[in-house]
C-alpha cells in the first residue's frame, strides 16, 4: 500500500491551493485519513482529519480556511486550503492510521505519504 500526495507549490499570501493524496494497492478498507504539516523546526502537527463516513476535524489555526474532504470510491483524500498564510508553510503529510489490507488475511497498518512543501509568501 502506498500514498501518493500531490498538490504542494509556491503561493502568494491568500492564495489557494488543494492537496490530493491517493491511497493506492491491495487495500479492503480506510477509515480515517488524516493531513499533518511540520514546519521547519517545530514538531509534526495535525491539520485535518475525516472518517470515512465523513466527519471532520481541523486544529484551530486553520479552521474557517482548509476544508478536507475524500472520495472513498478512489481512496483519494483532499485538502483545500485558501486565505493560505505564510505560517502554513511546511510540509504536508496525509497519514491513513487504519487501513485494512486484504492479503493474506486482513490486517490494519498505519500508512504515511511522503509529504509535499507548500510554501506561502508574504
Known amino acids: 500500500v502506498q500514498l501518493q500526495a500531490s498538490g504542494g507549490g509556491l503561493v502568494q499570501s491568500g492564495g489557494s491551493l488543494r492537496l490530493s493524496c491517493a491511497a493506492s494497492g491491495s487495500i479492503f478498507s480506510i477509515n480515517t485519513m488524516r493531513w499533518y504539516r511540520q514546519a521547519p523546526g517545530k514538531q509534526r502537527e495535525l491539520v485535518a482529519r475525516?472518517?470515512?463516513?465523513?466527519?471532520?476535524n481541523y486544529a484551530d489555526s486553520v479552521k474557517g480556511r482548509f476544508t478536507i474532504s475524500r472520495d472513498n470510491a478512489k481512496n483519494t483524500v483532499y485538502l483545500q486550503m485558501n486565505s493560505l498564510k505564510p505560517e502554513d508553510t511546511a510540509v504536508y503529510y496525509c497519514?491513513?492510521?487504519?487501513?485494512?489490507?486484504?492479503?493474506?488475511?486482513?490486517?490494519?497498518?498505519?500508512?504515511w505519504g511522503q509529504g509535499t512543501q507548500v510554501t506561502v509568501s508574504s
Open positions: 497519514n491513513a492510521p487504519d487501513v485494512v489490507v486484504e492479503t493474506p488475511a486482513p490486517r490494519q497498518f498505519q500508512f
Open positions: 475525516i472518517t470515512s463516513g465523513g466527519i471532520t
